[in-house]
Nanobody
């Protein structure tokens, strides 16, 4: 069984930074594409960024490109989302998800293991 657990959310002022962690157990992250999604109140869940299987490539949505960065620690089997210059519109529940069968995808339906989510709130 693959388990995914996010941590690191919290309350931060606009312009501040947070680093989210995504710990995966039951499968090595080297064998998985790992994405971050988020869902703001009243909105659909959306793609934020992700890494391909093996971590060869990273991809970001236009709204976070240049502000967010994804990295991996293979020894800890953990993926990180560094969020800088946060804006109030970044407020959302952030989810980490892993896919066992895609090299990379932006689509939620391609991810078979999900965390419970961590709340990020950015105050103006």
């Amino acid at each position: 069984q693959v388990l995914v657990a996010e941590s690191g959310g919290g309350l931060v002022q606009a312009g501040g930074s947070l680093r989210l962690s995504c710990a995966v157990s039951g499968r090595t992250i080297g064998d998985s594409a790992v994405n971050w999604f988020r869902q703001a109140p009243g909105k659909e869940r959306e793609f934020v960024g992700g890494t391909s299987r093996g971590g060869y490539s990273t991809y970001y949505s236009e709204s976070v490109e240049g502000r967010f960065a994804i990295s991996r620690d293979n020894a800890k089997n953990t993926v990180f989302l560094q969020m800088n210059n946060l804006k109030p519109e970044d407020t959302a529940v952030y989810y980490c998800a892993a896919s066992s069968f895609r090299f990379f995808s932006r689509s939620e339906s391609d991810f078979d293991s999900w965390g419970q989510g961590t709340q990020v709130t950015v105050s103006s």
